[in-house]
């Protein structure tokens, strides 16, 4: 460990135990929870990188360590002050490039007879809309508490919020994230954002009993674009987002409910390639919808789900056999960084090794694509609990190669397991297991036989809470 990794460490356990004691205090405003989790990952798989003719088994073994901290201080009842840290944010084990300390969150709440005002670094809360809003918490088979279309970053804005005793609320934010990636190279396709992200919400929603319902209406400015020219600021580009959301549970006696979730976004907007005023503006849409089924027992949750993305309003095509051509600009409708529901195919969860790049999983094309699940979770005794999934995963645009040959859109199948162990109520245990059966789009695609395998992921978790 270099020193500037035991540093932050270092930092990190002195404010750990400065509110530990301050909690011990009677009457303490600051409360304090957080974890230690260490984890360690094992992936391979007969999958050679695209566009070469290596054949190979690829694969890594690796460990990775995050130290979380969340501060919640309540001087009063209308004051309220959250800060959410990592240190480290999630380290490798044996890396020196990794980023040691990151917030999360970091914003004051303001609590008064008229609604609830928030400002600061409110990180993904700003962003959350449709289910999360109505108070979804998914129960996927891996764990996963992500959104369909959240998105894990940090973003500064203002948020308030307002609930009336008849069901009815509004919540309205505005965010700002500066984007500009002052690394870009055009030779090496890596090309530079906008300087400016912003992005104005509102959303009226309705609660009831069982359920509720939702609509929020979004519109971007400077989203994201491509600027062949460096030293020229691009366009200021404009999107609007509609995003649908509803949700309701039947109680089916005893312990047993059944519940629908549904949500879906449309997003279409203009963009230039340039800031010249002359230049053409193109037009750019896309389509998600997200949907499940819950059924609720006394030992767990299995859930029937679809979702769909279409999130690129140019048609994807090959330039050659290895090559496809796609927009770089924003893609509207995405699955958001936070969506993980199975351990390979979303690659946020359980990095894969290096021979499974992006690419593999649809690269550019990734928005573009639906799947059906089956997911759930099932307690064997009280303190072991089984996850499972399984999902056909395809594309939902088709592509051909430059000679008019038409590609199959089978993705692949994915066979997820895993098991959570509680030893105490601080401590846990999980491992999980996916393999990715990869379809014949791959094979296909690239005119690789090796592309016709399987992959799979392995990850273990250590988790000390507090």
Known sequence: MNRHHLTTWLLGLAMLFFFASGELMAESPVTFSGYLRLRTYATGGYFSRPGTDVHHKGGERFAVTRFRVSLVFKPNDNVEVRWRFHAPHGTRWGATNELPFRTMYAFGILKTSFGNFSVGRISTDIDSAGLQTLGYIPTWGM????????????????????????????????????????????????????????????????????????????????????????????????????????????????????????????????????????????????FGAYMDLALGYGSGTATLAGWYFDGDGERQRAANSTDFASTRHHNLVQPGQGFYPFVVFYRNHTPPSWTMTASQFGGLEQPNHWAFALMGNHSITKNITLNYGIADFRKSRGAQLVDGTQISKHLGTEFDLGIVIKFFETVQFSSKLGIFAAGPYYKERYLNDSYDGTIWAWGNELIFNF
Do not use: C
Request: glycine share 8%.
């Open 143 to 286: 764990g996963s508490q992500g959104y369909i279309f959240d998105h894990d970053t940090e973003r500064d804005g203002i948020m308030y919020r307002y609930d009336w005793d008849n069901g009815f609320g509004i919540k309205v934010f505005y965010s700002k994230m500066n984007s500009f990636d002052a690394n870009a190279n055009i030779a090496n396709n890596i090309y530079p954002k906008d300087a400016d992200y912003d992005r104005y919400s509102v959303e009226p929603y309705y609660k009831w009993e069982n359920g509720g319902a939702s609509l929020a209406l979004q519109y971007d400015r400077n989203v994201y674009s491509t600027n062949t020219d460096l030293n020229t600021h691009p366009a200021k580009n404009h999107y609007f987002s509609i995003n649908p959301a509803f949700m309701h549970k039947w109680n089916l006696g005893g312990d047993t409910s059944l519940a629908i979730h549904a949500e879906a976004k449309y997003s279409t907007g203009k963009y230039k390639l340039t800031g010249d005023p002359n230049a053409e503006t193109h037009k750019q849409d896309g």
